[in-house]
């Protein structure tokens, strides 16, 4: 499980600074936040990183939960996914 401080889940996007699709995703992932339990959210900007271009390039963006687990989706938020992940990492 991967939560910050205070139970809070953490998720990774991989994005990249000049995508829509990225600023979309991000947007509705915090309108899945509950009312003043806001998620920690670590965007990574893919073309900062050769490795993350070669593994992610026009995947992106892409979201992770638990880092060693595979995505939640890519191009557009699954709500279904994200909301199964947050029912299992969430207590």
Do not use: K, N
């Not at 990249?16 to 003043?36: F, I, K, N, T």
């Not at 670590?42 to 060693?68: I, K, M, S, T």
Request: contains cysteine.
């Amino acid at each position: 499980m991967t939560t910050r401080q205070g139970g809070a889940p953490r998720f990774t996007l991989y994005s990249r600074s000049w995508c829509h699709l990225c600023e979309d995703m991000l947007a509705a992932l915090r309108a899945l936040e509950p009312p003043g339990r806001p998620f920690d959210v670590a965007v990574l900007d893919v073309d900062a990183d050769p490795a993350l271009v070669a593994r992610f390039d026009e995947l992106v963006p892409v979201l992770y939960g638990d880092p060693d687990q595979p995505e939640l989706c890519h191009y557009f938020l699954d709500e279904a996914a994200v909301r199964a992940y947050l029912a299992r990492h969430v207590s």
